[in-house]
Protein backbone atom coordinates (compact mmCIF):
# COMPACT_ATOMS: atom_id res chain seq x y z
CA UNK A 1 0.00 0.00 0.00
CA UNK A 2 2.84 2.31 -0.05
CA UNK A 3 6.98 2.27 -1.13
CA UNK A 4 7.81 2.40 2.61
CA UNK A 5 8.71 -0.84 4.54
CA UNK A 6 5.93 -0.81 6.84
CA UNK A 7 2.60 1.12 5.48
CA UNK A 8 0.38 2.82 8.05
CA UNK A 9 -3.64 3.31 8.87
CA UNK A 10 -3.23 6.43 6.30
CA UNK A 11 -1.62 4.42 3.97
CA UNK A 12 -4.61 1.74 4.08
CA UNK A 13 -7.31 4.91 3.73
CA UNK A 14 -5.82 6.03 0.97
CA UNK A 15 -5.87 2.87 -0.87
CA UNK A 16 -9.79 2.17 0.07
CA UNK A 17 -9.71 6.12 -1.38
CA UNK A 18 -8.26 5.25 -4.73
CA UNK A 19 -10.24 2.28 -5.25
CA UNK A 20 -13.39 3.98 -4.64
CA UNK A 21 -12.54 6.60 -7.23
CA UNK A 22 -11.73 4.19 -9.46
CA UNK A 23 -14.74 1.65 -9.19
CA UNK A 24 -17.18 2.74 -6.36
CA UNK A 25 -18.15 1.84 -2.67
CA UNK A 26 -19.98 -1.23 -3.99
CA UNK A 27 -16.82 -3.22 -4.76
CA UNK A 28 -14.61 -2.77 -2.06
CA UNK A 29 -14.13 -5.69 0.75
CA UNK A 30 -12.18 -6.25 3.18
CA UNK A 31 -10.61 -10.18 3.10
CA UNK A 32 -9.29 -10.42 6.45
CA UNK A 33 -7.54 -13.87 6.58
CA UNK A 34 -5.75 -13.31 9.82
CA UNK A 35 -6.34 -14.01 13.40
CA UNK A 36 -9.54 -11.17 15.17
CA UNK A 37 -6.76 -10.97 17.95
CA UNK A 38 -3.64 -9.97 15.55
CA UNK A 39 0.14 -10.36 16.15
CA UNK A 40 1.15 -7.81 19.32
CA UNK A 41 4.40 -7.02 19.78
CA UNK A 42 5.88 -8.83 17.16
CA UNK A 43 7.94 -7.89 14.33
CA UNK A 44 7.37 -8.40 10.42
CA UNK A 45 10.44 -10.25 9.92
CA UNK A 46 9.69 -12.72 12.59
CA UNK A 47 6.12 -13.00 11.07
CA UNK A 48 7.54 -13.83 7.80
CA UNK A 49 9.91 -16.58 9.10
CA UNK A 50 6.78 -17.98 10.90
CA UNK A 51 4.99 -18.44 7.35
CA UNK A 52 8.29 -19.08 5.80
CA UNK A 53 7.06 -22.63 4.70
CA UNK A 54 3.88 -21.65 2.98
CA UNK A 55 5.61 -20.35 0.24
CA UNK A 56 8.52 -21.43 -2.89
CA UNK A 57 12.02 -19.37 -2.09
CA UNK A 58 11.05 -17.68 -5.19
CA UNK A 59 7.48 -16.10 -4.25
CA UNK A 60 9.56 -15.69 -0.80
CA UNK A 61 12.33 -12.91 -1.96
CA UNK A 62 9.34 -11.53 -4.17
CA UNK A 63 6.74 -11.06 -1.21
CA UNK A 64 9.26 -10.65 1.98
CA UNK A 65 10.48 -7.45 0.73
CA UNK A 66 7.55 -6.08 -0.52
CA UNK A 67 4.81 -6.98 1.91
CA UNK A 68 4.85 -6.60 5.61
CA UNK A 69 2.45 -8.79 7.02
CA UNK A 70 0.23 -6.30 9.17
CA UNK A 71 -0.42 -2.59 9.80
CA UNK A 72 0.48 -1.85 13.06
CA UNK A 73 -2.92 0.78 13.57
CA UNK A 74 -4.71 -2.37 12.94
CA UNK A 75 -3.16 -5.00 14.26
CA UNK A 76 -5.78 -5.88 16.58
CA UNK A 77 -9.32 -6.60 17.50
CA UNK A 78 -10.66 -3.28 16.78
CA UNK A 79 -9.05 -3.11 13.38
CA UNK A 80 -12.64 -3.14 11.62
CA UNK A 81 -13.62 -0.24 14.62
CA UNK A 82 -10.44 1.54 13.73
CA UNK A 83 -10.74 1.22 9.39
CA UNK A 84 -14.30 2.54 10.39
CA UNK A 85 -13.55 5.47 12.33
CA UNK A 86 -10.68 6.44 9.81
CA UNK A 87 -12.74 6.41 6.53
CA UNK A 88 -15.88 8.45 8.38
CA UNK A 89 -13.00 11.25 9.59
CA UNK A 90 -12.45 11.00 6.06
CA UNK A 91 -15.89 12.15 5.28
CA UNK A 92 -17.32 8.54 4.33
CA UNK A 93 -20.87 7.85 4.54
CA UNK A 94 -22.14 5.47 7.18
CA UNK A 95 -23.43 3.06 4.44
CA UNK A 96 -20.53 3.39 2.31
CA UNK A 97 -18.47 1.66 5.18
CA UNK A 98 -20.85 -0.65 5.95
CA UNK A 99 -20.66 -2.20 2.74
CA UNK A 100 -16.73 -2.50 2.71
CA UNK A 101 -17.06 -4.07 6.11
CA UNK A 102 -18.98 -6.63 5.15
CA UNK A 103 -22.06 -6.14 3.29
CA UNK A 104 -20.54 -6.19 -0.22
CA UNK A 105 -19.35 -9.70 0.71
CA UNK A 106 -22.59 -10.39 1.98
CA UNK A 107 -24.18 -9.30 -1.15
CA UNK A 108 -21.54 -10.99 -3.22
CA UNK A 109 -22.20 -14.31 -1.80
CA UNK A 110 -26.09 -14.03 -1.97
CA UNK A 111 -25.40 -13.29 -6.01
CA UNK A 112 -23.38 -16.37 -6.33
CA UNK A 113 -25.10 -18.72 -4.18
CA UNK A 114 -28.55 -18.11 -6.38
CA UNK A 115 -26.74 -19.02 -9.94
Known amino acids: ?19 AKLVGTDYIGIGSDFSVAGWPG ?3 DAEWESHRK ?25 RYHTI ?6 RGWKLED ?12 YKEVLKS
Not at 64 to 74: A, D, L, T
Not at 100 to 108: A, D, K, T
Open 42 to 44: REP
Open 54 to 78: IYSEREWKTIKGRFPPYINEVNNPR
Open 1 to 19: MSDRPRSTLDDLLNHFDHV
Open 97 to 108: IAKILGLNLVRV
Open 84 to 89: AEGLQK
